[in-house]
């Protein structure tokens, strides 16, 4: 076994502070690390999951999901986020401040975008 591992994504926002509140909200998270210009959330104490950092960017620039020309930021990486009820949390989710692509490429997944313009995803097991 390695003997590194992974423990935080960061994601570069215009407002480190602000994106962390959104996924806080969204995800039940509690802050693990406060700075200036960096927050890192986490799962409750006693809980499994990973951390995600945020990190404010002043010339941070969104992603564009799908890419509809070159030269546009693209994606490089979204969140999938295992959820129990797609539409319900779909709907708390953009009451907390994410907006809904326009494209949704699957029945048992819905693409938003966080309030930094960040794609996640929603994603429901189905039976195969």
Do not use: N
Request: charged share 25%; proline share 11%; with cysteine.
């Amino acid at each position: 076994m390695s003997p590194t591992r992974l423990s935080t994504v960061v994601l570069d926002a215009h407002d480190a502070h602000e994106l962390a509140g959104f996924y806080l909200r969204l995800l039940g998270y509690v802050v693990r690390g406060d700075e200036p210009d960096w927050v890192l959330i986490g799962p409750p104490p006693g809980t499994e999951g990973t951390s995600l950092a945020f990190e404010t960017e002043p010339e941070y620039v969104p992603p564009v999901w799908p890419t509809r020309k070159p030269g546009d930021q693209q994606m490089m990486l979204h969140l999938d986020i295992e959820v129990d009820d797609l539409a319900a949390e779909t709907a708390r989710a953009v009451a907390e401040g994410a907006r809904l692509a326009g494209y949704q490429p699957q029945d048992d997944v819905r693409v938003l975008f966080d309030p930094a313009g960040h794609p996640f995803c929603l994603w429901v097991e189905t039976p195969e």
